[in-house]
């Protein structure tokens, strides 16, 4: 901006682009899921993070920077409904390579759930009753792979699928989401049956756990 370029203006600028930051707030706290309104925050906090550092405020600086990566970071990922779809074409690529090339169907496997993990954090996405039904049909295939293979890669990553679910669920629990709990609790328990000796053990104590914590909120 050349406004932020002239030195003597530096103060004005800075009042420039904090007034339009308040106001992209206020509009993105009424419609978060407006990308227009995001994009324009982030430009804007991307450039008072620039003017910040030309004033020596250098830690002002580093927490619009943050903000404005972290904006566009949400910006980048798909919406919830297609980054669902592309977790649920992996899942459906991993059983269909299971029998042949268990080593990549591992890594299908693998790009499904660092998908469903980078969408957990939207909250729309996890309350949304067909995400589990997907990510149920994940751990199922991912369950049966596990009983055939002796792979520790295979129910390292069914286990950190099926813990971080359980965690996902114990965090909602806490800010009160009962209903979404008792979902993950019962998509977790009928999975059970399908699990190697081993991994149902393994899981079974975050499970009783997070079951105690449900009946209490009963």
Wanted: glycine letters at 4%.
């Amino acid at each position: 901006s050349l406004l932020a370029s002239d030195d003597t203006r530096l103060a004005e600028a800075r009042g420039l682009y904090e007034a339009a930051i308040a106001r992209d707030e206020r509009l993105m706290k009424a419609e978060p899921a407006n990308r227009v309104y995001k994009l324009e925050l982030a430009t804007f906090c991307n450039n008072l993070a620039y003017l910040l550092e030309q004033l020596g405020e250098m830690d002002l600086a580093k927490a619009r920077s943050k903000q404005a990566i972290d904006l566009l970071a949400e910006l980048a990922r798909p919406a919830p409904s297609l980054g669902i779809e592309q977790a649920d074409a992996h899942n459906v690529r991993g059983h269909v390579l299971q029998a042949q090339d268990p080593r990549a169907a591992l890594a299908e496997y693998r790009v499904a759930l660092q998908i469903y993990e980078s969408r957990w954090p939207d909250h729309t996405a996890h309350n949304v009753t067909r995400v589990h039904e997907r990510y149920r049909d994940f751990l199922l295939n991912l369950a049966h792979f596990g009983r055939d293979s002796r792979d520790p890669a295979v129910h390292a990553l069914l286990l950190r699928a099926l813990t971080g679910y359980l965690d996902l669920a114990r965090v909602s629990l806490e800010s009160g989401s009962v209903d979404h709990t008792r979902v993950v609790v019962e998509n977790v328990s009928n999975l059970l049956p399908e699990l190697s000796e081993d991994d149902r053990i393994s899981v079974s104590e975050p499970l009783r756990s997070l079951q105690e914590r449900l009946a209490t909120r009963k």
